[in-house]
Nanobody
Framework: QVQLQESGPGLVKPSQTLSLTCTVSGGSITTNYYYWSWIRQPPGKGLEWIGYIVYSGSAYYSPSLKSRTSISRDTSKNQFTLQLSSVILEDTAVYYC????????????WGQGTQVTVSS
């Protein structure tokens, strides 16, 4: 059974870089045709797709966040990482990693989510 687990700091200061890692167990992030996504949910709002990294290693981002987002992977650790630079208060959210066979979902696997608060 594939399991995903997010990790990273829960508090980030404005203008700093948010960095989260998703560790995948029970399956490989290089499995053909699989997409590994980062998704967030700000307080009181719906889910927002941030971007994904494909099984081949290519990454794609939401146009609204593209200038500040980078998703990379470490295949030796079966992990993929989100970096969001120049964070603002509005980046406060629960951040999820997820896996799917289609680029836009539905998502087959979800991490439990991790709260990230942007505050000085």
């Amino acid at each position: 059974q594939v399991q995903l687990q997010e990790s990273g700091p829960g508090l980030v200061k404005p203008s700093q870089t948010l960095s989260l890692t998703c560790t995948v167990s029970g399956g490989s992030i290089t499995t053909n045709y699989y997409y590994w996504s980062w998704i967030r949910q700000p307080p009181g709002k719906g889910l927002e797709w941030i971007g994904y990294i494909v099984y081949s290693g290519s990454a794609y981002y939401s146009p609204s966040l593209k200038s500040r987002t980078s998703i990379s992977r470490d295949t030796s650790k079966n992990q993929f990482t989100l970096q969001l630079s120049s964070v603002i208060l509005e980046d406060t959210a629960v951040y999820y990693c997820a896996g799917s066979v289609q680029s836009t979902g539905p998502y087959d696997y979800w991490g439990q989510g991790t709260q990230v608060t942007v505050s000085s």
